[in-house]
């Protein structure tokens, strides 16, 4: 049986606490949309997979995450995608970083089939209609989160609450691997 993952970058508790509040505040002005109870995070790709392929790619992901080191993040803007996506966006700096992180595991992770995600942002609200989205832009003109991106997760979808889980975190230990060179 194959489940549903999410391989993401998870803010600390106090930037997950705030966005909570600001999807809660647009609850109430606009009605339910997607991705309301969605725990902050950016997204970088999703799969399906075996606990046995699973298995596999948490020793990718120890492997690669091992090699990186800490970034400071910066999301200090709002933006909004055609499909009536808003969310919270990096500045440029934070975006180069996120985006290479985010290229790396794409494209060094063994995952057959994988949705991936180039563009680093947080998500607010999905699939609002032009009425709601114009709502969201004027309740929401100022956001500086500030952060330390020294990890990845893994999340399982529950299809009880319809929602990821973080079941794995993969902390960056900025110890490059050695290049086949220097072992021998």
């Not at 725990?39 to 020793?59: G, M, P, R």
């Not at 319809?162 to 060179?181: L, T």
Request: aromatic share 10%.
């Amino acid at each position: 049986m194959q489940n549903l993952y999410s391989i993401a970058i998870s803010p600390p508790d106090d930037v997950i606490s705030s966005v909570k509040h600001m999807k809660e505040d647009l609850n109430k002005e606009v009605g339910w949309f997607n991705s309301k109870n969605s725990k902050a995070h950016i997204t970088i790709n999703e799969f399906k997979s075996s606990e046995l392929q699973l298995e596999n790619i948490k020793k990718q992901l120890t492997y690669i995450c091992n090699g990186f080191e800490p970034v400071s993040v910066r999301m200090n803007s709002f933006g909004s995608y055609n499909n009536g996506a808003f969310y919270i966006a990096p500045d440029n700096c934070s975006k180069m970083c996120l985006k290479a992180i985010m290229k790396h595991l794409n494209n060094s992770l063994c995952i057959e089939e994988k949705k991936t995600s180039n563009d680093p942002h947080m998500s607010i609200a999905r699939r609002l209609s032009p009425q709601a989205l114009g709502k969201a832009k004027e309740m929401f003109n100022e956001v500086d989160f500030r952060f330390m991106c020294d990890h990845v997760v893994i999340r399982q979808f529950n299809p009880d609450i319809k929602q990821f889980e973080i079941i794995e975190r993969f902390p960056f230990n900025n110890k490059p691997s050695y290049s086949r060179g220097t072992l021998f």
